[in-house]
């Protein structure tokens, strides 16, 4: 699987806070792999097109659903493309590859 089956993150608090199931945290890798890798790659790390490599990024949950919904400088608004939980899946699945590419 993902090695993450039976994980549970913890976010702080906010709006976007609680935690994000392992179930939530695969569909965010799904997502990512959908839309997502094509600029920033499988690690997060490729910055393509001006997207921002993860390994340096400093955003808390709250801040990466703004800026997946929203979108930023060149990136796509994915409002309207997908839903709030699959928004909010994937920005916890790019938290997890901030950790790891630390």
Known sequence: MFGIAGFVFACGGGKGGG?????????GKDTFGKFCVACHGSTGNMALNG??????????????VAVITNGRNMMTPYKGILTEDQIKNVAAYTIELTKSAK
């Open 51 to 64: 997207a921002k490599k993860f390994g340096e990024s400093t955003l808390n949950l709250d801040e990466r």
């Open 19 to 27: 935690e994000v199931s392992a179930e939530a945290l695969a569909d």
